[in-house]
């Protein structure tokens, strides 16, 4: 491995092991037991809460990324990534618009429901 290749592997190294120590310090909010994410509950909820940013057809604006896109697919961000994106904000890594702030009016019960909303719209044009 010449300096360059070892370098960058180190680097990589030491990013991926940063990564999965703060991940592994992160609790995942669980929604209720027993509880049923509701698409049409969730659609209000993420009208009161998420439009403003991700677009009222989940489309995008200019503050924030759209959520029918297959950067969004459950395989790439699964739900647990609408929690704690919900509870613990997000730094930008995808796109332009800046951090994702906390939501702290949520509760992981409304995450769930917003993310049945998010999930059967995807599924509608074909993202899945």
Known sequence: MNKIRRRQFAVGL???FSLSVQAQSWQVPKPSPGLMPNPAAGKTLFAKH??????TELKGSDKGPPLLHRIYEPSHHADAAFQLAA???VRAHHWKFGDMAPVPQVT???VAHITAYVRSE???VGID
Request: glycine share 12%; with cysteine; charged share 30%.
């Open 14 to 16: 030491i990013a991926l």
């Open 50 to 55: 998420c439009a403003a940013c991700h677009g």
């Open 87 to 89: 509870k613990n904000g």
């Open 108 to 110: 992981s019960d409304d």
């Open 122 to 124: 995807q599924r509608k």
